[in-house]
């Protein structure tokens, strides 16, 4: 039976991902058919793929990113951006102020003035402005990049060369992004629209940035294919999280995949801090049986996370979870796989912020065969990584990073 059938087949019965379907289609997620998805699970496979592609833009290429980090990457993508508007490209970047102010390495006004001086137009998300509570609540932690409504590249990964070289204090940067085509493209370009309308004022014309109709294949090279058996054959749910829109999207979303769940879940995520609701859907899954893998991170780019973390870990791992605590680097990577059927990547961290605060955008991909691609990534990153055990767990979370842990929880959707 080819992997077709056996997806159809799969579709047709009442399984995990056809109840996920119809949980998703209820609360009004759109779906699109015939799509690719490839894989980028590194910052060097992600920047050359989107890097390429940039090159062989040829009517307009739109960023949205949490932040773009003023470093060697950073600069190297600006540069093309500059060639690209010179050659007749329109070039709209957007990022979020608070996520631009954030990193160690922001661009500042005289960095702005220089990237607009190149022909680009560069905006900054909700600019902050005194008293500064305006990005205490709601910030756009979304990482979206359309060229020519033909591609779009989405995923968890800002612009900064640790994705590609590590960070001193943490070691190597994990993280996990993809490249999409077909239908589905069409709603990051419109998620882009939307945010770029309701920052500029400029309404972008759904026809004029529209893709072409053909193979990409005969229109870019160099791109890194779509490997698998169903290629332009995926069909993809896009939750895109808008606070006081559809602000409970994202978690009702997470909840309906891991209730549809009836074998076997597999996470991870640099940031599950805990959301009420997602939490007791897994407390739901371990109770009926499911066997739940979570994998989160031994390091963190925001020291007090590990021990907020720890307490949520202590807790699923005391129902049954089997909690690996990745020991290379700093694993940022934000996806889930259910069942060996379906899967779900995107920008939105298991967190508060993310789930009750932030703009965020995750594909839903309905396909056993990047499902698998994903599982065979887990199934690499426990070799680099520890089991937990109860004894473990103490040995690793003393009494003050227990204290720390529970008292900066209570706090954890403001970081």
């Given amino acids: 039976m080819t992997l077709t059938n056996y ?21 009004g997620v759109p779906f699109y058919d015939n799509n690719s998805v490839v894989l980028l699970p590194s910052g060097k496979e992600k920047f050359h793929d989107m890097f390429e592609a940039i090159r062989q833009a040829r009517h307009y290429i739109h960023l949205e990113y949490f932040n773009y980090r003023n470093d060697t990457i950073g600069w190297a993508l600006f540069g093309l951006l500059g060639q690209k508007a010179q050659e007749g490209v329109e070039v709209r970047v957007m990022c979020d102020d608070f996520g631009n102010r954030s990193n160690d390495h922001p661009l500042t006004k005289h960095h702005l003035d220089s990237i607009r001086s190149m022909g680009i137009n560069i905006q900054i998300f909700d600019p902050m402005k005194f008293p500064w509570v305006n990005h205490f609540y709601h910030r756009d932690h979304m990482k979206i990049a359309v060229i020519d409504g033909n591609i779009a590249y989405s995923g968890g990964m800002n ?61 870019y090279y160099n791109l890194r294919p779509d490997s698998t058996e169903d290629v332009h054959g995926k069909k993809l749910a896009v939750v895109y999280r808008r606070p006081g829109k559809c602000s409970k999207l994202m978690r009702k979303a997470y909840v309906a995949a891991i209730d549809a769940a009836k ?89 508060a912020r993310s789930m009750l605060f932030d703009y965020e955008v995750n594909s839903f991909i309905f396909t056993p065969s990047t499902t698998q691609q994903l599982k065979q990534i887990f199934e690499f990153d426990k070799q680099k990584s520890t089991l937990l055990t109860k004894d473990g767990w103490k040995k690793r979370f003393n009494l003050w990073h227990r204290m720390v842990g529970r008292i900066f929880g209570a706090f954890k959707g403001f970081f």
């Fill in 7 to 27: 997806t159809s087949q799969i579709m047709a019965q009442d399984s995990p991902t056809q109840q996920t379907i119809d949980a998703l289609k209820e609360i």
């Fill in 159 to 219: 612009v900064a060369d640790y994705y590609i070289h590590g960070k001193p204090e943490i070691g190597s940067w994990h993280d996990m992004h993809m490249r999409l085509e077909g239908p589905v493209v069409a709603q990051y370009q419109q998620i882009f629209s939307k945010m770029w309308e309701g920052q500029t004022g400029e309404k972008l014309d759904s026809m004029q940035y529209a893709g072409i109709d053909k193979p990409m294949e005969d229109y």
């Fill in 263 to 351: 074998k076997h879940i597999q996470i991870v995520n640099p940031y599950p801090t805990g959301v009420y609701s997602v939490r007791r859907a897994l407390y739901r899954a371990l109770k009926r049986g499911v066997r739940l893998e979570f994998m989160v991170s031994a390091k963190s780019d925001v020291p007090i996370t590990p021990d907020i973390v720890a307490i949520q870990m202590r807790r699923l791992m005391a129902r049954g979870c089997e909690v690996y605590y990745y020991e290379e680097g700093f694993h940022h990577s934000k996806f889930m796989a259910v069942d060996d059927e379906f899967c779900t990547i995107g920008s939105a961290n298991m967190d």
